[in-house]
């Protein structure tokens, strides 16, 4: 099967004058190599593509694949991860994970909590602040956590982020409207201890592939799994698996967000316990960090047994099943027209 690969490679990015805080979620040359030799592996012709622009161009010059292994971020909006699904979808070109309404959805991580706790998912209370006089309404306890509402990679989360006054609240939601010019989500602060959970599969199909406990250790930024703590994990963040009936629970509390947000084929969902030990929703990473080394579902799958090739192969089997599906239900659709 001939599988294209769409991304945004950070080097390409630096060449034109981005910073490395401004790629951050971009991806190194190794993860894009290791996505191809796992595909082959698994009897695929890879082909490398590159970002929107570049698929749009190979598109019009009427190249295609039977699947678009998609990892592309994108660059602006909110719209930005959902832009190389929407051509795909445009061409009927299958492609991995999600489509380009979750996609926009999960960025965008007011609206994301505000259907995860539509669908009885737990998470904590929250405010948007996309003006600072917008701060005289919010009635929330302290202490409270603030964040950009659409940025990854712990962008925009530091030290600060914990915030235990009005006055702070007030500076450094005025220093991220300036710094992300996007609103700012601030959300009641849960104490407890930080878990990601890996999942795989679309709907009924999706299953917990397993939950790491995010530990900081005593030379990590205090208080989260903060931008700097990500990107410079070593020494500083221990990731330990968790087991029992703790783990039965955060699968549960995942399981039900990722189907609440009709998240397809695999990724990560976070979680933070709250005062009372229950699981909180965080966040959903829909395009989750593919580094076989360095990102977190592949130290999750690591830890449990799971090699990359296999993660890999999971994921495009779950596209193909869904892809398979869909062809065979607009077939009988016809016939029964």
């Not at 678009?68 to 795909?88: D, S, T």
């Not at 994970?97 to 669908?119: E, I, N, Q, Y």
């Not at 994990?233 to 087991?243: H, I, K, N, S």
Request: with cysteine.
């Amino acid at each position: 099967m001939r599988v294209g690969i769409t991304f945004d490679l950070k080097e390409a990015y630096f060449a034109a004058g981005f910073t490395e805080e401004e790629v951050a979620e971009f991806d190194r040359p190794d993860t894009i190599r290791a996505i191809a030799d796992a595909l082959r592996e698994l009897g695929h012709t890879p082909e490398s593509i590159g970002n929107v622009k570049q698929l749009a161009a190979r598109l019009v010059a009427g190249d295609r694949w039977d699947l678009v292994f998609n990892i592309a971020e994108g660059l602006y909006g909110f719209g930005r991860e959902a832009q190389i699904p929407a051509l795909l979808d445009a061409w009927r070109i299958p492609y991995t994970f999600s489509d380009p309404m979750a996609l926009s959805l999960a960025l965008h991580k007011g609206m994301t909590k505000r259907v995860v706790r539509d669908c009885g998912v737990p998470t904590a209370d929250f405010a948007l602040i996309e003006a600072l006089s917008d701060l005289a309404a919010i009635d929330l306890p302290y202490p409270l956590f603030a964040k950009p509402v659409a940025e990854g990679t712990g962008k925009g989360i530091d030290a600060v982020s914990r915030i235990s006054s009005a006055k702070q609240l007030n500076t450094v939601c005025r220093d991220l409207l300036v710094r992300y010019r996007q609103p700012v989500l601030v959300e009641t602060y849960l104490p407890g201890r930080e878990f990601t959970v890996g999942v795989i599969g679309t709907g009924r199909e999706a299953r917990i592939l397993g939950a790491m406990e995010v530990l900081l250790g005593a030379s990590a930024e205090p208080g989260a799994y903060s931008y700097n703590n990500k990107a410079r994990f070593e020494g500083r963040v221990e990731y330990r698996l968790t087991e029992g009936e703790l783990a039965r629970s955060l699968g549960q509390v995942a399981l039900s967000a990722w189907r609440s947000l009709c998240c397809r084929d695999g990724g990560r969902i976070d979680l933070r316990l709250d005062a009372d030990g229950v699981p909180n929703f965080i966040e959903v990473n829909p395009l989750a960090g593919l580094n076989p080394e360095i990102s977190d579902l592949a130290i999750l799958c690591r830890l449990n047994g799971i090699d990359y090739q296999a993660l890999i192969g999971m994921i495009v089997n779950s596209a193909l099943q869904r892809t398979e599906s869909s062809a065979a239900l607009s077939m009988a659709d016809v016939e029964a027209a």
